[in-house]
């Protein structure tokens, strides 16, 4: 019932930036927090950021300084504003929503597909 589609990722070399989407849509009443986490092949997948419907953020001690997240709620978007990037970036990055479908009145947490972000000279 909702769909979430990152986009933006991609071959970058170390100190570059990248700047990465999420759109959510489908039979969306409202959404919450929306965020981005980023997983390693064998790894755990980590948080990244978090951003609040009203616009309050929090980061990973590693990001603090680095990236930014931000939200267009008119357009169900999130954002990633990713600079100077290191090759220990270098991951899948995942966005997701808490949102409240139409007609209904409990928030489910929804991710998307991923978008691979590769930081190598």
């Known amino acids: 019932q909702v769909q979430l589609v990152e986009s933006g990722g991609g071959l970058v070399q170390p100190g570059g930036s990248l700047r990465l989407s999420c759109a959510a849509s489908?039979?969306?009443?409202?959404?919450?927090?929306m965020g981005w986490y980023r997983q390693d092949p064998g790894k755990e997948r980590e948080l990244v950021a978090t951003?609040?419907?009203?616009?309050?953020?929090s980061y990973a001690d590693s990001m603090k300084g680095r990236f930014t997240i931000s939200r267009d709620n008119a357009k169900n978007t999130v954002y990633l504003q990713m600079n100077d990037l290191k090759p220990e970036d270098t991951a899948v990055y995942y966005c997701?929503?808490?949102?409240?479908?139409?007609?209904?009145?409990?928030?489910?947490?929804?991710w998307g597909q991923g978008t691979q972000v590769t930081v190598s000279s």
């Open positions: 997701n929503a808490n949102v409240r479908v139409l007609a209904r009145a409990l928030y489910t947490t929804y």
């Open positions: 489908g039979r969306i009443g409202s959404i919450d927090a």
């Open positions: 951003i609040t419907s009203g616009g309050g953020t």
